[in-house]
């Protein structure tokens, strides 16, 4: 179908793509090579893709200029995660080849696909006919015809963060000296434990090995964590917890946090959090490289696989969530905050 088009200058199946740029190349399906749309990667996937291969294939086609396009044959009911995953990179576009597909792209004289798009609903929108030139290619590693997923995708990332800032406010209210502690947190944490199952295991452990309540130092590492978010947004420091003042405010917080022990084991997140924010330049302050530092050799650092870093992925999943991040990365969807200094 490639070779209908009159505007294709090259292409081939299954052979070998030397890289550019990359140091082993890859044996993309179709090949092929259009005057005036560019070079294109054509994967028809019959067999069950893995999530890591999926995103390997996108950095590589992406880092060569060439767009990436999954095709299937039929989606399958229920589909198979793999399946998912590709709609997902793809903006919530499914993309076929069947035989309506094949006889409209004979009646053209050009490749032609059946698009499907995501309802927002878990269901389709009515297929349409469309061809490569009709997909959008300028957008990062993702080829699509109608982003489906950036703005459900934004809500998903705010909706968790809302209920916890709206649990605040309430705690405040009942417990002005002692907001942490109170039973209006319950909410939050208990819908935070549906997305993050290990949590009340974790939280039965911690009380035996800290004596405190895992919900409050939940709340306030989210509290701290919202403080260097909503300072990179404002450019100024706004803070949830602790009463410092100044310009210096945000890295006295930090400083204060670390230093108490209360927050050590909490020393990477909080690193990895600041290095994907506007305030990412208060990492190389000789104080707080000192704390961090003192953090790590003090205590045992929570990993990504810890109960705790993963409520604050879903909490800020703009920073810890990899895919989110790179999905609204690609159409410029990331937050003022979740902007690293040097691409503001």
């Known amino acids: 179908m490639a070779k209908l088009d009159s505007r294709c200058l090259e292409s081939s199946v299954n052979t070998y793509l030397r890289p550019a740029i990359h140091a082993r190349g890859r044996w993309p399906d179709v090949y092929a090579v259009f005057d005036g749309l560019g070079r294109f990667a054509l994967e ?47 903006r919530g576009n499914a993309f076929i080849f069947d035989e309506e597909a094949e006889f409209t792209s004979i009646e053209r004289g050009t490749i032609v696909l059946k698009c499907l798009l995501e309802d927002g609903q878990g269901g389709w929108l009515l297929p349409r006919l469309v061809a490569l030139d009709d997909l959008q290619t300028g957008s990062g590693r993702s080829v699509f015809l109608e982003d489906r997923r950036s703005d459900l995708l934004e ?79 404002k450019g100024a420091p706004v803070l949830h917890i602790t009463k410092f003042k100044g310009e210096n405010a945000v890295l006295q917080m930090l400083n204060s946090k670390l230093m108490s022990g209360d927050f050590r084991h909490c020393g990477r997140l909080i690193e990895v959090f600041l290095s994907q924010t506007a305030l990412s330049p208060l990492l190389v302050v000789e104080s707080l490289t000192r704390k961090l530092a003192e953090a790590a050799d003090g205590d045992v650092q929570i990993g990504v696989e810890h109960p705790l870093w993963q409520a604050m992925a879903r909490l800020f999943p703009e920073v810890f969530n990899g895919v989110v991040r790179a999905e609204l990365q690609d159409l410029g969807r990331l937050p003022r905050w979740a902007l690293p200094a040097g691409m503001l």
């Open 44 to 90: 028809v996937q019959l067999s069950k893709p893995f999530a890591p291969e999926i995103a390997a294939r996108h950095l590589h086609y992406e880092a060569e200029g060439v767009k990436l396009v999954w095709i299937f044959h039929a989606l399958e009911d229920p589909m198979p995660q793999g399946f998912h995953d590709v709609v997902t990179m793809q």
């Open 155 to 233: 809500a998903w990332c705010k909706k968790e963060r809302d209920h916890w800032w709206k649990a605040l406010r309430e705690a405040r209210q009942l417990k002005p000296d002692w907001p942490f502690y109170s039973d209006a947190l319950a909410s939050a944490w208990e819908a935070l434990a549906l997305d993050v199952p290990g949590l009340p295991a974790w939280e039965a452990e911690f009380w035996a090995v800290r004596s405190d309540r895992a919900r409050a130092h939940t709340a306030m590492l989210f509290a701290i964590l919202s403080s260097v978010a909503h300072s990179a947004e």
